[in-house]
């Protein structure tokens, strides 16, 4: 199916899952690119928001929006490891939102506040930053992953 404008309707829903995340969508025209069941929504021509069997925002909209909830900050040497698509050790954490609680959507940024993935929490950041030990975040979306493939 082409990429077109969805309804207010639609846009209105797309607002309130978001806002369960902490995230406000910027208040434009939105489009919607729907492939196999997945869908993406786009802002200025920019992949902002993927669903399928949960909403994800994008990196795009990570970076331009730039969240101060939700968020883990990850030393230099974790990123490039982050970016090919590998979880996230808690040994390469170096802040995290307090109220991040097991099971959470978690958005991934580097020391500079740039956004380098979104991923799922396996423990709370008071477990985590306590223990400093193992994984602590299953990766879910990550620069050049199949999101990023099939829609941008």
């Not at 069997?53 to 929006?65: E, G, S, V």
């Not at 709370?124 to 930053?129: F, K, R």
């Amino acid at each position: 199916m082409a990429r077109h404008f969805v309804s207010k309707k639609d846009v209105k829903a797309l607002r309130e899952s978001l806002t369960s995340l902490g995230i406000s969508l910027p208040d434009v025209g939105v489009e919607i690119d729907e492939r196999k069941g997945e869908k993406c929504f786009f802002v200025n021509g920019r992949p902002y928001v993927y669903v399928y069997d949960r909403t994800i925002p994008t990196l795009f909209l990570l970076n331009d929006i730039q969240p101060d909830s939700m968020y883990v900050t990850v030393d230099d040497g974790a990123v490039p490891h982050i970016i090919n698509g590998a979880n996230v050790f808690a040994q390469g954490i170096t802040q995290m939102d307090p109220e991040i609680k097991e099971n959470s959507m978690v958005f991934i940024r580097n020391s500079k506040k740039q956004y380098v993935g979104v991923g799922i929490s396996k423990k709370s950041a008071g477990d985590i930053m306590a223990n400093k030990k193992g994984e602590a975040i299953i990766l879910i979306h990550f620069p050049g992953d199949k999101i990023m493939k099939t829609f941008s």
